[in-house]
């Protein structure tokens, strides 16, 4: 019987550890979540994840069917993919709930988000900020002699790439509305 070779940059784990090595990968999720409006729905979606110690990267809440009385929540969620299993179960059993859709293993999806960012700042650095809001995009929606307010709306991963320029320049203060995503069409 020859003896086991492992190859350069395999695995070493036992042949006797079961664990599948998957387990503990983390996979981003985007839930859109149909419930009735009505007081304290809300809290009881946001009870189940905290109560659980689930993490909420994002969240956005709006009524999106005035006669239907019914609101869509955006939950953007991480976890093992049986934790997404098990948090899509779980709100699905909920009675004000109408209906759970996990855009992210639906499909493509479409997801933007909003964000407003106080930069103040003086002569060069004033005016790279004015070049860079230019490049993303980003409007002026308020200006003084010391500082501007932008808006920019894009993807999470554009926000966060425009607040690491931003940073250096004179950031002073943001505030971002969360995710908001629907499923591409056909």
Not at 7 to 16: D, I, Q, R, T
Not at 51 to 78: K, M, P
Not at 89 to 106: F, I, K, W
């Amino acid at each position: 019987m020859s003896p086991l070779k492992i190859k350069k940059g395999s695995s070493k784990h036992s042949a006797y550890d079961l664990r599948d090595p998957n387990a503990d990968v983390q996979e981003r999720h985007t839930l859109a979540v149909l419930v009735d409006n009505e007081p304290g729905v809300l809290a009881r979606v946001i009870g189940l994840f905290s109560g659980r110690g689930y993490n909420i990267e994002s969240l956005t809440v709006a009524e999106t069917d005035h006669e239907g009385h019914l609101s869509r929540i955006t939950v953007v969620t991480t976890g093992t993919p049986q934790v997404i299993e098990q948090i899509k179960a779980q709100l699905g059993r909920m009675v004000p709930v109408h209906g759970v859709h996990d855009l992210t293993a639906e499909g493509a999806s479409v997801e933007r988000e909003l964000a407003l960012f106080k930069v103040a700042g003086t002569g060069d650095a004033r005016v790279e900020a004015l070049r860079l809001a230019d490049i993303f995009r980003a409007n002026v929606v308020d200006s003084t002699l010391e500082s501007f307010i932008f808006e920019i709306t894009g993807t999470p991963e554009k926000i966060d790439a425009f607040a690491e320029l931003m940073r250096p320049l004179g950031l002073r203060e943001m505030a971002r509305t969360g995710v908001a995503a629907l499923s591409r069409g056909a």
